[in-house]
């Protein structure tokens, strides 16, 4: 098992297949973009297959691909294929404009579960948090991933003045769909320009969603280990929702998560700005599960040691982490 010095099991791995995504949203990538890098930087398919097996082997039971998107990677559908092989639990997060291209290859890779980032239901509004739009297609294949029988969550970065009056709206998506809606706080990376004063609290959202519905119709779903979302129903509906307050309500006490980055760099936490290189030593032969254990050995009680907001507002330490596009979320 991967332990920390305070006892956590990580035992979930979320890998980032490319920095690359059809989408630019604000929040995630930079406005003018990542610096494009030769391919040789990246891990090739078959790194991504070995990198995956040593974590299995050191204990993972859950793989997560996410990018930038996914799902343009060339290789996507081997990838997704091979990675079935395993035995692990395999899941995606994508944007969902591929999605009808994938439908077999997630059956045969046993994906039962997708995570579909969504930020409006407005499409004009979609195609500037976006700065594209394809909102048809988006809406399209959600429809499809539900008709298909898969489980399909939901996220929505809520950002205030942006989409926080859409609150309401999607938790009503899951009225009459097993839609598992998960409200995201905006979160501080390089190049989102972010501040306190453009997210909306954990607290801010529930206020406006008990508001609405009384907070007698809410009903508590049972809290599953190292759930990063508190989790609602409403009475009566569907579907669920559920907050993730990784900036006001931390869930890092139950951190059970891995990163490894599109160029194989290992990150023990979202918001480090340390990173362990696993690719180099791997292509020399070398054997990484040392490092990987070394670097679970050293993660932080709570994001990175970054334990109050006052911290999170010092850019000097956001900024020096990556923008979200080329961490993987």
């Not at 979302?229 to 307050?245: K, S």
């Not at 290992?266 to 070394?294: V, W, Y």
Request: proline content about 2%.
């Amino acid at each position: 098992m991967l332990l920390d010095s305070f006892g956590r099991e990580h035992n979930y791995l979320r890998i980032s297949l490319t920095e690359r995504c059809n989408l630019r949203c604000f929040y995630c990538m930079p406005e003018d973009g990542v610096e494009l890098r030769e391919k040789s930087e990246f891990m090739s398919n078959e790194e991504v297959i070995q990198m995956a097996q040593t974590f299995v082997q050191l204990g993972v039971k859950k793989i997560r691909l996410t990018g930038g998107e996914p799902l343009i990677r060339k290789s996507a559908h081997d990838i997704i294929r091979e990675l079935g092989k395993l035995n692990v639990e395999l899941a995606i997060t994508t944007n969902g404009i591929l999605v009808e291209k994938f439908i077999d290859t997630f059956r045969s890779a046993g994906i039962t579960s997708v995570n579909v980032s969504l930020d409006s239901l407005k499409p004009d509004r979609l195609a500037a948090i976006c700065r594209k739009d394809y909102s048809d297609r988006i809406y399209r294949n959600i429809q499809l991933l539900l008709n298909e029988g898969f489980l399909v969550k939901l996220n929505m970065v809520v950002m205030a003045g942006v989409n926080s009056d859409e609150l309401v709206d999607f938790v009503e998506l899951s009225k009459d769909k097993p839609l598992h809606v998960r409200f995201i706080e905006f979160m501080p990376f390089n190049g989102n320009d972010w501040n306190l004063s453009k997210g909306t609290s954990y607290q801010e959202m529930m206020q406006v969603i008990s508001a609405h519905y009384g907070a007698e119709n809410l009903i508590n779903m049972p809290e599953k280990e190292n759930d990063t979302a508190r989790c609602y129903a409403i009475d009566g509906f569907e579907g669920t929702f559920g907050v993730i307050g990784s900036v006001t309500h931390p869930f890092c006490s139950s951190c059970n998560r891995i990163r490894v980055t599109a160029d194989g760099k290992m990150k023990n936490c979202l918001f480090s700005t340390s990173e362990t290189d696993l690719l180099a030593p791997l292509r020399n032969g070398e054997d990484i599960s040392q490092l990987i254990g070394d670097s679970i050995q050293s993660k932080k009680a709570q994001r990175a040691g970054m334990n109050s907001l006052d911290d999170l507002l010092d850019r000097s330490k956001t900024d020096a982490n990556r923008s979200m596009v080329s961490i993987g979320g």
